[in-house]
């Protein structure tokens, strides 16, 4: 683990001052801009990579699913045992007893799948920064890491240095609204090709809306843990007049922003996760997961998770980088232009989020980060929540 990570009272100490500051705060329709953390919703579906029954579900998280992390985060001492994060879950979210998977490591940041040999596709909010240079650099300070989930109830898969990419470039970027359409995606170019060791996922082609009640499966690192396979969501709203994202009731946690989002029959990409309701909530002096018996449009700390249809990004990669696997028009947006993206010349209306919405990544690690730092973000979520209108 990290080598020099905040003493489990400091911790506790800076995650309580953040819970009371947001105390004060009322609850408010999520901003389709920016990000905000998901929630459970009935029962927690989420399970350890080793421990999900389905075969294919499980290689598919260890071979196409990757962890973003600050590169302070990564400890590459050992090439054949490389260390990635060090502070608990039940650390930085100051958990109650019996919350589920207190003693897992909880740094990374963002969630990405793998789409070509180099190109990993994930959130635009992941990426911070007033411009394409300054978002490019942001990246450039993360390490995107394979490998990162359990391999049993007490062991974390050995990660080596083949493991973990650079990032290379931003060859597709959105986080706003661009027209009528809500858009919030990033495809990174690695700093070297991921295959063969590593393996592209099937991206749905061409665009077309999902469908109401069709089960889904979100595999990402969720609070910034190893990765978790939750194979009980369901399509609530397609969005079919759009096709910027469609919502649905999946178990999925800050971290999972960019999360791979998948047909769970044919274990096609659909979507990345980018926003949804309030993660932990307070209980007496520590914090417990928000749960919700179902999706509720009416509740904001209930609402449901948006996830982006791939495709906007895929026609903007198209539209300039390109990519011979997936820039042969089947995977193209198809019937709409390709939206216009900061990293081709246009700025969308976009709203940066704090880096306690979503899983925005500082170019620091969370151990640089002190008390100032959270009485800041505490603020910065409370005046957002304030006015935050509904997608």
């Not at 579900?57 to 302070?72: G, N, T």
């Not at 050995?158 to 970027?173: N, P, Q, S």
Request: net charge negative.
């Amino acid at each position: 683990m990290r080598d020099a990570s905040p003493t489990r009272s400091l911790h506790a100490s800076l995650t309580l001052t953040l819970a009371l500051g947001l105390a004060g705060c009322a609850d408010a329709p999520a901003d389709a801009r920016s990000a905000s953390q998901p929630v459970v919703y009935g029962t927690d579906d989420r399970q350890d990579v080793y421990a999900h029954p389905d075969a294919n579900l499980r290689q598919l998280a260890m071979r196409s699913i990757v962890a973003q992390f600050s590169a302070d985060a990564i400890d590459l001492t050992d090439p054949m045992n490389v260390r990635a994060g060090g502070t608990t879950l039940a650390m930085s979210q100051n958990l109650c007893a019996g919350e589920r998977f207190a003693d897992d490591p909880s740094d990374a940041s963002c969630s990405g799948t793998l789409i070509d040999d180099d190109l990993v596709i994930t959130a635009g909010h992941c990426f911070t920064g007033a411009d394409a240079a300054a978002r490019t650099a942001n990246c450039r300070a993360q390490r995107f890491v394979f490998g990162y989930y359990r391999d049993a109830a007490t062991a974390l898969h050995t990660i080596t240095a083949a493991d973990v990419f650079e990032c290379a470039d931003l060859v597709a970027w959105s986080n706003g609204m661009v027209g009528e359409r809500n858009l919030d995606y990033a495809i990174v170019r690695l700093s070297r090709p991921a295959t063969p060791r590593f393996t592209p996922v099937p991206v749905r082609a061409p665009v077309a809306p999902v469908t109401v009640g069709t089960s889904i499966t979100v595999i990402g690192f969720g609070s910034g843990i190893p990765a978790k396979i939750d194979s009980g969501g369901r399509v609530l709203d397609p969005r079919a007049d759009t096709l910027d994202y469609f919502s649905a009731d999946t178990d999925t946690f800050q971290g999972n922003s960019g999360s791979g989002v998948f047909d769970t029959a044919s274990r096609e990409l659909v979507g990345m996760l980018v926003r949804g309701a309030t993660d932990y909530v307070m209980r007496g002096g520590c914090m417990v997961a928000n749960v919700c018996a179902a999706a509720d449009p009416s509740n904001a700390a209930c609402a449901g998770e948006s996830i982006n249809y791939p495709q906007p990004a895929i026609a903007a990669l198209c539209a300039g980088a390109g990519s011979a696997r997936l820039c042969n028009g089947a995977a193209a947006d198809a019937g709409t232009a390709p939206p216009p993206t900061a990293d081709a010349g246009t700025t969308p209306t976009t709203t940066e989020p704090s880096s306690g919405g979503g899983c925005s990544a500082a170019t620091t690690s969370p151990r640089a980060r002190g008390a100032l730092w959270v009485t800041l973000l505490a603020a910065a979520v409370c005046a957002r929540r304030r006015r935050r209108a509904s997608a």
